[in-house]
């Protein structure tokens, strides 16, 4: 893979004051959440999970906000707002470490050094049972990503932070100690309110196969740095549940800036920024369905993997 360098960002920003509008939206995600947890619940099931789901789905855009410095200028202030998983799965000290250890662009892909790859080596993919490489290879589907990615991401990232605890690692162990009381205090909530818990579980899962949809293309093998980070030019629901991150190269050129001034940043450079991501674009979503619903977008291998620096 050639052109291992970064690619040049402007400043980054970080808030001086607090960012109201987000959190703003914190407050009003968090009694969703509430919402439908004691109140719809008790009234419609279904329609309780279905809130559930897009609750779970904004607090995880929010979350990513946080890791990167919002709403408030101290780290440790904006971290209190989402220590508390209410998706379950993934501590957030580990995701904030993977995720910022992701925008060292030059590793973009890289089947080792990117956290959040969904390549292989080549190597390690001819090695692979044949059931195994037809299970990854409809993962690389959107339809595949959707309903079975968050099991393959998740066996994945387990079987990694285990490797981790199992060396001593304590960054990884102290990420899973401060995560285990909050999932405690979660499910305690969900066992004393009118719904299911197993009703619960499944809006977890497909608040995760909803954020698969943002991630399913993001990035893609390409030999430039600055080529390999997506823009989605979608407006609509899923747009707002990913807080604009659907404009992933503005976002990777300027981590700090907050969500609700992507758009207009977008819009008035948008030569700029698909002159530089060497044109890779999507209109929207349903673009992208349209195009990657049964078809891969890439081999799963990675196609122009090199050993070499």
């Known amino acids: 893979m050639p052109d291992r360098t970064n690619t ?14 987000t959190l703003g939206l914190y407050l009003g995600c968090i009694a969703a959440w509430g919402l439908g947890l004691f109140v719809l619940a008790a009234w419609s099931v279904p329609v309780a999970a279905l809130v559930l789901v897009i609750a779970l789905v904004l607090h995880s855009s929010i979350t990513h906000e946080v890791l990167h410095g919002h709403p408030f200028p101290s ?8 220590i508390v998983t209410p998706g379950l799965f993934v501590p957030y000290v580990r995701f904030r470490d993977m995720h910022l250890a992701h925008h060292h662009d030059a590793r973009l892909t890289d089947p080792y050094d990117d956290p959040e790859s969904n390549y292989l080596d080549p190597a390690v993919w001819a090695e692979l049972p044949r059931v195994l490489r037809r299970v990854l290879s409809w993962n690389n589907t959107l339809a595949g990503r959707i309903l079975i990615g968050p099991v393959v991401s998740q066996i994945t990232f387990m079987r990694s932070d285990w490797g981790a605890i199992r060396q001593g690692d304590g ?3 102290r990420a899973w100690l401060l995560h285990v009381p909050g999932t405690v205090l979660v499910l305690a909530l969900v066992w004393i309110s009118p719904m299911p818990v197993w009703v619960y579980l499944f809006a977890c899962y497909a608040a995760l196969s909803i954020l698969k949809i943002r991630t399913f293309l993001e990035h893609r093998a390409h030999g430039l740095v600055r080529g ?3 823009i989605v030019e979608d407006r609509g629901v899923l747009a707002f549940l990913f ?6 190269v503005v976002h990777h050129m300027h981590p700090r800036v907050p969500w609700y001034r992507l758009p207009a940043l977008y819009r008035e450079n948008a030569a700029r920024y698909l002159s530089s991501n060497e044109g890779y674009r999507y209109r929207s979503y349903g673009h992208v ?11 799963v291998p990675h196609p122009l ?5």
Do not use: Y
Request: charged share 25%; hydrophobic share 45%.
């Open 228 to 230: 390999r980070t997506v």
């Open 289 to 299: 369905f349209a195009q990657h619903l049964f078809k891969a977008k890439d081999p």
């Open 305 to 309: 993997w090199s050993r070499d620096p």
């Open 243 to 248: 807080l604009n991150n659907n404009l992933h």
């Open 75 to 82: 780290r440790h202030a904006s971290e209190a707002l989402v």
């Open 171 to 173: 960054q990884v162990i």
């Open 8 to 21: 040049t960002r402007l400043p980054l920003e970080r808030p001086a004051i607090v960012e109201w509008v």
